[in-house]
Nanobody
Framework: QVQLVESGGRLVQSGDSLKLSCVAT????????VGWFRQAPGKEREFLAQ????????KYADSVEGRFTISRDYAKNTVYLQMNSLKPEDTAVYYC?????????????????WGQGTQVTVSA
């Protein structure tokens, strides 16, 4: 079965950078996408970015494009989210998610699988 395990979340200061990792295992097919969402207290879960596993084609939410970068290490089955210039409003639980089909749009179609999340807290 598919498992998504996030790591890397912690307390940082405003302006810092942080890199999250998601180890994605159990996909028995090669055409899928892996992405990142986040959910702040009292807010809806928000799509951030996704990457297609085979071609590494990426998409971003307008709110983070240019500041966050998604990438994947094929050999390590790991997807990363590099976050720069962090702000207090970036404080949230960050979730890894995946969906079948390399043309799937996680924001619109929703994922098939979710990780358990990792907490990122940005202090002012």
């Amino acid at each position: 079965q598919v498992q998504l395990v996030e790591s890397g979340g912690r307390l940082v200061q405003s302006g810092d950078s942080l890199k999250l990792s998601c180890v994605a295992t159990g996909h028995t097919y090669s055409n899928y996408v892996v992405g990142w969402f986040r959910q702040a207290p009292g807010k809806e879960r928000e799509f951030l970015a996704q990457i297609s596993w085979q071609a590494a084609y990426s998409k971003y939410a307008d709110s983070v494009e240019g500041r966050f970068t998604i990438s994947r290490d094929y050999a390590k089955n790991t997807v990363y989210l590099q976050m720069n210039s962090l702000k207090p409003e970036d404080t949230a639980v960050y979730y890894c998610a995946s969906g079948r089909s390399s043309v799937r749009t996680l924001a619109a179609d929703g994922p098939d699988h979710w990780g358990q999340g990792t907490q990122v807290t940005v202090s002012a």
